[in-house]
């Protein structure tokens, strides 16, 4: 029973072909495409897959760009199916004032976490931070309850609206200093140590909130540059949200690990 997972953020459109919907399954093939391309993935990429069994897939972009993904799609015989947050999921409670309108990435990466921590041993709070084209940093407790989150923009919207509201700043992309000594640097700095800040922010509050070290996982395309900055030890996750969609497919598929 082979499975597609299919991730579709704000800029790219991930997928990774598994043998089995569950945790652990043997990667078979993956692949990304920018949103500009993906009308092609059909005669392309995934042109020389096998067919999946099953698809579970998690979408940011809206409605349009999940039926362009749909019509690709059609070359196989399996039924779309996409994540909607809800009130309950793989063991995570949401804890959003309107559940559904949790963004589906955030709640899916969630999952992925939370059994991450759990498949090595006891329950931890957690925190999960997600770096891309916008930054989201959320608080899990030992029960799996998703108490809140942050979101704000990652580091090209902030460089961008910097460049767009202040006269003379249209400069090359700079190093992370402790004490920048040129705008460049400045920028750069600026906005990394604000996503370091916000992600401390809520490390903090959680540790009051649980009386428990978090523990913390970072994902997302833009991860690595966000690492070497942050002020508490981190655990690097390729993508949480394929775990999480793996996850949610055992639970809905009959497949468990």
């Given at each position: 029973m082979s499975f597609l997972a299919i991730d579709v953020g704000?800029?790219?459109?991930?997928?990774?072909?598994?043998?089995?919907?569950?945790?652990?399954?043997?990667?078979?093939?993956?692949?990304?495409?920018?949103?500009?391309?993906?009308?092609?993935?059909?005669?392309?990429?995934?042109?020389?897959?096998?067919?999946?069994?099953?698809?579970?897939?998690?979408?940011v972009a809206g409605d349009a760009v999940r039926r362009r993904v749909e019509d690709q799609m059609e070359l196989?015989?399996?039924?779309?199916?996409?994540v909607v947050p809800?009130?309950?999921?793989s063991g995570l409670t949401n804890g959003y004032d309107h559940p559904?309108?949790?963004?589906?990435?955030?709640?899916?990466?969630?999952i992925g976490a939370r059994q991450r921590v759990l498949a090595r041993g006891?329950?931890?709070?957690?925190?999960?931070?997600?770096?891309?084209?916008?930054?989201?940093?959320?608080?899990?407790?030992?029960?799996?309850?998703?108490?809140?989150?942050?979101?704000?923009?990652?580091?090209?919207?902030?460089l961008r609206a910097l460049e767009s509201g202040t006269a003379g700043l249209h400069v090359p992309t700079g190093e992370v200093r402790s004490f920048p000594t040129n705008t460049s640097d400045a920028l750069t700095s600026g906005g990394t140590f604000a996503i370091a800040g916000a992600v401390e922010?809520?490390?903090?509050?959680?540790?009051?909130?649980c009386g428990e070290e978090p523990v913390c996982m970072m994902t997302?395309?833009?991860?690595?540059?966000?690492?070497?900055?942050?002020?508490?030890?981190?655990e690097?996750?390729?993508?949480?949200?394929?775990?999480?969609?793996?996850?949610?497919?055992?639970?809905r598929f009959g497949t468990p690990p």
């Open positions: 704000n800029t790219r459109l991930k997928w990774a072909m598994y043998e089995a919907p569950r945790p652990g399954a043997a990667l078979l093939a993956q692949g990304a495409e920018f949103l500009d391309h993906i009308d092609r993935l059909s005669e392309t990429a995934w042109a020389h897959l096998a067919a999946p069994t099953r698809m579970l897939g998690c979408v196989w015989s399996v039924d779309p199916q996409w809800s009130l309950q999921e559904s309108r949790l963004g589906c990435d955030r709640w899916v990466a969630m006891p329950a931890r709070p957690l925190v999960v931070v997600m770096v891309g084209t916008a930054v989201t940093v959320e608080a899990i407790d030992a029960q799996g309850r998703f108490l809140g989150g942050l979101i704000l923009p990652g580091h090209g919207i902030m922010r809520i490390y903090q509050h959680l540790l009051q909130h997302g395309g833009a991860g690595w540059k966000m690492a070497p900055s942050m002020t508490r030890p981190f690097l996750v390729d993508n949480l949200i394929f775990d999480g969609l793996l996850e949610i497919a055992a639970r």
